[in-house]
């Protein structure tokens, strides 16, 4: 499981007249720990995909 920590960013009322709710949060995972291995080498050296992917959200909601 991945735990992702969101910060309130308030509240607005849309142009349907809903109340709406914003949070924002990321996480940075090992994507190997999920199975995804795959990668290529470069000429200059180094690899092509990175071990470590930045998640990141930006939630909108209304109450249904």
Do not use: C, Q
């Not at 992702?4 to 142009?15: C, L, R, W």
């Not at 190997?32 to 909601?61: H, I, Q, R, Y």
């Amino acid at each position: 499981p991945v735990t992702i920590d969101f910060s309130y960013e308030g509240t607005a009322t849309d142009p349907f007249g809903h109340d709406r709710l914003g949070l924002e949060g990321s996480v940075v995972v090992n994507r190997k720990d999920w199975g995804l291995t795959w990668n290529a080498p470069l000429e200059a050296g180094g690899v092509l995909v990175s071990g470590k992917v930045t998640l990141e959200f930006e939630v909108s909601a209304i109450r249904g």
